[in-house]
């Protein structure tokens, strides 16, 4: 019968980790089963509720036991009889046995960008069904991937706190889209130009952080930030010649890091 645990966590991620990390294998050899997201029943992260998942260790067909331990006959000896003498028989005539045609190799499936972004669109709806949204869709190619532009009614609940529910709805979003892909395609997700609006906070926060660097002479860590974030404030800082930046930390929580340049007051 297959293992079977249930864990949870702040995030959906967390649980999955935490039920590996307990079965003793790799995330790749469990199936998940999404029990609840925190708070509104799904992707919030702030409420009293973690997530629950119910994690099955998958199961692996145990070889026969005759592959491992072969049985041979014991021959059981009989008593010695005289026997009429037998004539020989003919010894049948070997026909050639021509060797099997070759199997030429299957050439690798093409996943066509047109079809990752089909999956990509029906992960979301349904997520979305599941927590009775009602969403339109609309997709627009950027240098690096695609950006899908989410309206509708109540979509609150998707941006969570600073925009941590959509950035976890993303993560998950380009977790299951590319995990089979070798060429990764990076998916971005905004709620009716939520980004934008909050691509100006983070552009005032990059100045401020920078200003507080400088003049303490201390480098500023930022909180865990999106992979988009990250890149607004690498990027209003690449400018500025008395600091630097880069990141740190592994995803989801990977964050920012302003540090004054040496030799600059």
Known sequence: MAKVIEKTGKTIEEAIQAAAAELGVKESDIEIEILETPAKKLFGLFGATPAKIRAT??????????????????????????????????????????????????????????????????????????????????????????????????LGVLIGKHGQALDSLQYLLNLSVNRKLTDKIYFTLDVEDYRRRRAETVIKLAKSVAERAVKT?????????????????????????????????????????????????
């Open 57 to 154: 260790l998958k199961e692996i067909e145990p070889p026969k036991i005759k592959e491992i331990f072969p049985i041979k006959s014991i021959p059981i000896e009989e008593p010695a009889r005289e026997e009429e003498p037998v004539e020989p028989e003919p010894t049948p005539a070997i026909e050639p046995v021509l060797a099997p045609s070759p199997v030429e190799p299957s050439e690798p499936e093409i996943i066509t960008r047109e079809q990752v972004v089909n999956s990509a669109e029906n992960f979301l709806r349904d997520v979305f069904e599941a927590m009775n949204l009602e969403v339109t869709i609309e997709t627009e190619a950027l240098d690096d991937g695609y950006i899908f532009n989410l309206s509708g009614k109540g």
């Open 217 to 265: 002479h201390k480098e500023v860590k930022l909180e865990p930030m999106s992979r988009h974030e990250r890149k607004i404030i690498h990027t209003t800082l690449q400018d500025n010649n008395r600091v630097e930046t880069h990141s740190a930390g592994e995803e989801p929580y990977r964050y920012v890091i302003v540090s004054p340049k040496r030799g600059r007051r």
